[in-house]
Structure formats: C-alpha cells, structure tokens
C-alpha cells in the first residue's frame, strides 16, 4: 500500500481549498480496503474521497483520506430493452455519460457536465434538468467497515430522495463505494420539459431529437452559466433548494409575484435558493478572493486563495439574511470536512 502524509487537498477539490490530510491513499484495487479496515491506526478515520466536486475543505484532514481511483466499465447484461452496466466508482462522471451516448444507451444523457465521479453519485443522487441519477441506479456495491465485507444496496435500500440517499445519512462513513450498476435504456425516453432545454434545442437548429442532442444542450446550458472549476474554484450548488408549504409561498407571492417555484409534493413547493439569493443582493459579491457566481447565486466560488472556514462564515451570512427576508432556512448542499 502506498500510503502518503500530510499531502495538500488542493489538487483533490474543485473548491480550490489548501488544506493537508494526515495520510493519503490513492485507491486503485479494491481489495486494499480489506488492509485498510485491518490497519488499527488507519481504520480509526477513513474519509472517502471521489472528485473533491461536492466538499468544502473548511479545516486539515485528521486521518486517512481514500481518493477512489478504482476504474472500469463492464457490460454486465442486456435484453432487447436495456443494458446494465457496472461501472467501478473512480471513473468521472462526464465520461459515461459519454460513453452510453455513444453506445445509444439512454437514461444519463441530461446528467452531462456534472462533475465528480461515478462513486459520488449515489450519495447525493446528482440530478439535473428533470433527471435523478436514482432512476438508472440499480444497485450500489461498497465496502463496510465494519462489518468488513463488500455489501449491494438495491435502489430502495438507498433511500433516494432529492439530494440525498442513505449513504450521507445512517452509513454515511460507515461504507465505501466501490462500483455502481445501471440500467440503461436501449430505447430512449427523452426530458426536454425543464426550463431552458427546449430553447436551447430550438438554438442548436436540432430538427431530429436524440440523446446526443440533449446533451449538448445541456453541456451548453450549464456551460454558460456555471463557473469552470479548472478556472474558478467552486463546487456547483451550494445549497439546496429549500421545499416550503403552498401557504408560505402564495404568502411569499404578494409581495414578490415573479418568485419562481417546482412542484414537490401536494403540500410543498420547491423554490430555487439562486433566485432567493439574488434577491438578497448576494449575486456577484465578492470578499477578497472568495464571493458568489456572478451568473448563478446558488454558486459560492474561491477565485484564489479563499479559506474553507471564510466560505463557511460567507454560507452562514447568505442563509442568515435569506431566513430574514423571507423565513425560509436554507440547507448546505456540499458536504463540509
Ligand atoms: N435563478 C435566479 N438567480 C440565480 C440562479 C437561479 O433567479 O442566480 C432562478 C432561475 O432564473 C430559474 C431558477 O432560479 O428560474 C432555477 O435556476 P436553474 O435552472 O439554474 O437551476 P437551480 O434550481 O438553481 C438546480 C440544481 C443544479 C442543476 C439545475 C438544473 C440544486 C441545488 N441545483 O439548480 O444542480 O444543474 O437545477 O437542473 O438542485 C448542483 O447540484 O451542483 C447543480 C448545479
């Protein structure tokens, strides 16, 4: 095993963050895990790292940090309507969504651009233009530490729900992911219907639908409104977009008519936490290096070399004058180490 000390995070999350983890391992067979878990010293703190796409560094790593770097896709099975892939939880994201495409399997295509990797996605069940990763999860492989053996978790033991699963809440820590398996349509079932796709289409001239073209509208869209983490550090969403009840929001709509909403459950609406950030004043607000998008709210950026714990502080005066102004809490999205 090829352990390393105090290695700098920088590299390892999009956010840009300088911080140092006390022992570093880079994951390529997954039976050093097993090693891992037998370790006394190594198994007291084990922290799983993917694309660093979706964490704030706000302090040093205490501990052993595990980046995933276990690779491969395998065609498991197919019939005449779906094929089911296993892919291991290292490979990036972006890249099977490109991969099905180009094989003509559908169900991922609306997930394209979204950073991290494949072992990440589970565990905030990533979604994006009127699609969750949970609805071609077929199962989920990981390691436990305790229990010291590989488990599958079927989709319903995931406990999928918008941005969440089970693996951030009872086991979070407790496991690591090790591979996914999906199940990919061969006939595809196209969702176009979520705000700016359509547009973006009719843009692109595209006469003829297909996966390939979704994806390119959505690579377009996201393109040009969410910041480049090579360029600008940041780890998309921030927040999430809070669900308050229907009576909240007509209450919220006298006062502001054009606030937007998604329908949640009978009772609940979803409102987008950008739009309620910017109507705080916080879109384009920059401290020293650290700020929000100037082109989404929802971002929090590093242009340099912003601390975790002032990003935090900045995440905490945002929600704080949201609450004010219109009493709802938002809740942190990214996962804070
Ligand atoms: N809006 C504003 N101001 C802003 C940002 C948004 O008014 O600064 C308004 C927009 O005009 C629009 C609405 O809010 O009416 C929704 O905006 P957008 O379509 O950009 O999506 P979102 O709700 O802000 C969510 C996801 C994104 C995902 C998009 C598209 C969450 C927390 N975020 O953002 O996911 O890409 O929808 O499906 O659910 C991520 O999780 O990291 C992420 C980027």
Redesign the pocket.
């Known amino acids: 095993m090829h352990l390393q000390q105090n290695v700098s995070l920088k590299a390892y999350n999009t956010f840009g963050i300088d911080v140092s983890a006390e022992y570093f391992l880079e994951l390529g067979d997954a039976a050093l895990l097993e090693e891992i878990a037998n370790d006394a010293v190594l198994s007291k703190q084990v922290r799983a790292l993917g694309g660093g796409s ?1 964490i704030l560094l706000s302090k040093a790593v205490k501990g052993l940090v595990v980046h995933n770097a276990l690779k491969g896709v395998h065609l498991e099975k197919e019939d005449s309507e779906h094929v089911w892939l296993r892919v291991e939880a290292g490979e990036i994201w972006h890249e099977l969504v490109m991969y099905a495409i180009s094989n003509g399997w559908a169900g991922i295509e ?1 997930l394209a651009l ?1 950073p991290g990797t494949v072992g990440a996605a589970p565990i ?1 069940n ?5 699609v969750e990763a949970k609805e071609t999860i077929e199962s989920v492989n990981a390691w436990h530490w305790n229990e010291k053996i590989f488990v599958s978790y079927a989709n319903v033991e995931c406990k999928f729900g ?2 969440d699963s089970i693996f951030k809440t009872s086991l979070k820590d407790k496991v690591f992911i090790s591979s996914v398996i999906f199940k990919l349509n061969k006939k595809p079932v196209f969702h176009t219907s ?3 796709i359509l547009q973006e289409l009719e843009k692109m001239k595209v006469t003829e639908l297909s996966i390939k073209a979704i994806a390119e509208a959505v690579i377009a ?2 393109s040009s ?2 910041p480049d983490p090579k360029k600008i550090g940041n ?3 921030f ?3 809070p669900a308050i009840s229907e009576a909240h929001f007509e209450m919220l709509q006298t006062n502001y008519p054009d606030i ?1 909403c ?1 329908p949640f459950s009978e009772t609940m609406v ?1 409102v ?4 309620l ?3 705080c004043g916080w ?1 384009g607000y920059r401290k020293d290096d650290m700020g929000v ?1 100037e ?5 929090l950026v590093n242009y340099g070399h912003a601390k975790g714990d002032e990003i935090w502080a900045l995440s905490g005066e945002i929600m704080e004058s949201v609450k004010e102004r219109f009493g709802i809490s938002l809740e942190r ?1 990214v996962q804070v180490w």
């Not at 990533?126 to 009127?130: E, F, K, M």
């Not at 987008?272 to 739009?275: E, H, K």
């Not at 082109?295 to 971002?299: C, G, S």
């Open positions: 979706n609306n979204i905030q990533i979604g994006a233009y009127g918008y941005r979520y705000g700016p869209i996201r409104k969410l780890a998309g969403s927040f999430k977009n937007p998604y979803k987008p936490a950008g739009w950030i910017e109507k879109k998008h082109k989404q709210a929802l971002v999205e």
